[in-house]
């Protein structure tokens, strides 16, 4: 089968894969969370530095762990051209020329064409990566889909009427879901990234609660108009810094656990009645869910009994790397951009497009 190796340096990790279609054969990632924990979040020039570092080595070790002499079988280079952090798209669109204009790179004197992709169509498309135990996703990948992306940096509804083709149908107004994780982290002084953290609260409380009454926050329902499919975060947040600001040191303490549980869900209840507004509204023939929010055990949860009450099938990325910036989802997606013939006319003039839309 041709093989695509792929390259994404998006924001906070310098990743490179090998497919074969929908097949990953490698999918190496080197993050950058340790370096910018200080900061509370992605400091950008620290970050193009970390991916020049890495850049060369994920790639070698991409092509060593696929296993296979892909010269012979590579038939095209794919590259994240955004959205993301501008100085660290360009690391990796660099990379992708170079690699296009190594002699080891050309066959029957052509060198090998470039795919551009959009990162969140990549987050769409990790949703039909293969898993060896299962049947492929895309035996029963029905159109139109309706795709949820949850991410750090965005939080979108999106139809997908056909491969590549798109309507946007809700977005967040202002802060992403994954971003105000993370900012609510910080006022309940829990350390960066946010939403790991927050979720493994949330589970002990959700225990907790079990075993006898909690005193939960509760939160005013961003948006609540049904025609709206649009999200917004940055309320959420204003309100929880107020009940903290309100509070003294012994009862935020005492609160901290309930406090993150409340936060999570106000967060996933908007999720998920927006996704259910979208469904009667666009009536999709099944779901898909990606991006690093995805990753959340108990939104995969709701998810579900909300795919099962539409009588929708459910598509999510088949492991925890495929959740986060990857270049395994790059290349899949580059995949079906090959099959259309959707190269770029001339890889010299490629340039990161850090507000890039679906």
Known sequence: MPLILAID???????????????????????QVDLHKKYGGVYPALAKRAHEEKIDFVVKEAIRRASKKIHAD???????QGPGLAIALEVGIKKAK????????????HRLPLIAINHLEGHIYSCLAEKSSLPPPTSHFQLPALCLLVSGGHTELVLMKDHGKYEVVG?????????????????????????PIIEKLAEQANRACKERPCRLAKFNPPLPQKSNLNFSYSGLKTQLLYLVEKMSAEEFNKSLI????????ACFEQITRKT???????????????????ANKYLRK?????????????LFPP??????DNAAMIGIAAHFKYQRGKFVKNPETLDREPRLSL
Do not use: H
């Open 258 to 265: 309930p406090l993150a549980y409340s936060f999570q869900e």
């Open 319 to 324: 492991n925890k790397n495929l959740t986060t």
């Open 74 to 80: 590579l038939v095209a280079i794919a590259v994240t």
């Open 171 to 195: 977005q967040t107004l202002d802060d992403a879901c994954g971003e105000a994780l993370d900012k609510a982290a910080k006022i309940l002084k829990l350390g960066y990234p946010g939403g």
């Open 302 to 314: 709701l998810l579900r009994r909300l795919a099962r009450q539409n009588n929708l099938s459910v």
């Open 98 to 109: 170079e690699i296009c204009g190594n002699p080891l790179a050309i066959r029957e004197n």
């Open 276 to 294: 259910s507004q979208a469904i009667k509204v666009y009536q999709p023939k099944m779901l898909l869910c990606g991006g690093g929010v995805i």
């Open 9 to 31: 340096t998006s924001c906070d990790e310098t990743s490179a894969a090998v497919t074969d279609g929908t097949k990953v054969l490698s999918n190496v990632i080197s993050s």
